[in-house]
């Protein structure tokens, strides 16, 4: 299985500031159609996931542009460049190249 | 609009059996691979099964295989989780998810079913 190990795994930010989190993948995870299902998701307290961003660095719909993903191979980035309010919550890495599908263990996103 | 409304989940024995079900609307149901994925109180998220469009074929966590069946009704727009000899950390919400492989991934949620399982 592939395992996701994210970092950090709390990040108090202040508003109007940059967060970055990482996310490292235990094997590449470009398939073989060339394509890496690299997606991160969004979940705030108390409502179920929402997909942020596909295919490493790809702002699903309706995503502010402050959101941006990047990385390739086993390594990736989510970075947010001006936190909001709305922004709080824990965030995902998963992968879809290979079943089963796999998540990291979700980084929290906290105001300072 | 897509939507995906899960329903089904209760309290139960462990020992015991429940069906999820996932209503879909607002796309071709049957154009889409689907799965559920759950998540334990206070825990992150676990993948639990996958079904392609057309219901051939069908992949598990190791953890519940030969104990959960996932299913789809393309004609009633519906997935289903069947669950048996449900354990105390089956306990979680469950979600249903579309995939859009080869595009968006894992892309639309539904709001969840908590299945708790205790005596």
């Known amino acids: 299985d592939i395992v996701m190990t994210q970092t950090p795994l709390s990040s108090p930010v202040t508003l109007g500031q940059p967060a970055s989190i990482s996310c490292r993948s235990s094997?590449?995870?470009?398939?073989?159609?060339?394509?890496?299902?690299l997606s991160w998701l969004q979940q705030r307290p108390g409502q179920p996931p929402r997909l942020l961003i596909y295919?490493?660095?790809n702002r699903f719909s309706g995503v502010p542009d402050r959101f941006s993903g990047s990385g390739a191979g086993t390594d990736f980035t989510l970075k947010i460049s001006r936190v909001e309010p709305e922004d709080v919550g824990v965030y995902y890495c998963?992968?879809?190249?290979?079943?089963?599908?796999?998540f990291g263990q979700g980084t929290t996103l906290e105001i300072k | 609009e897509v939507q995906l409304v899960e329903s089904g989940g209760g309290l139960v024995q462990p020992g015991g059996s429940l069906r999820l079900s996932c209503a879909a609307s607002?796309?071709?149901?049957?154009?889409?691979?689907m799965n559920w994925v759950r998540q334990a109180p206070g825990k992150g998220l676990e993948w639990v099964s996958t079904?392609?469009?057309?219901?051939?074929?069908?992949y598990y966590l190791d953890s519940v295989k030969g104990r959960f069946t996932i299913s789809r009704d393309n004609a009633e727009n519906s997935l289903y989780l069947h669950m048996n000899s449900l354990r105390a950390e089956d306990t979680a919400v469950y979600y249903c998810s579309r995939l859009q492989l080869g595009v968006t991934g894992q892309d639309y949620w539904g709001q969840g079913t908590l299945v708790t399982v205790s005596s």
């Open positions: 079904i392609t469009s057309g219901g051939s074929e069908r």
């Open positions: 998963t992968q879809a190249t290979q079943v089963p599908y796999t």
């Open positions: 607002g796309f071709t149901f049957s154009s889409y691979w």
């Open positions: 295919k490493i660095s």
């Open positions: 094997q590449s995870l470009v398939f073989s159609d060339g394509n890496t299902y």
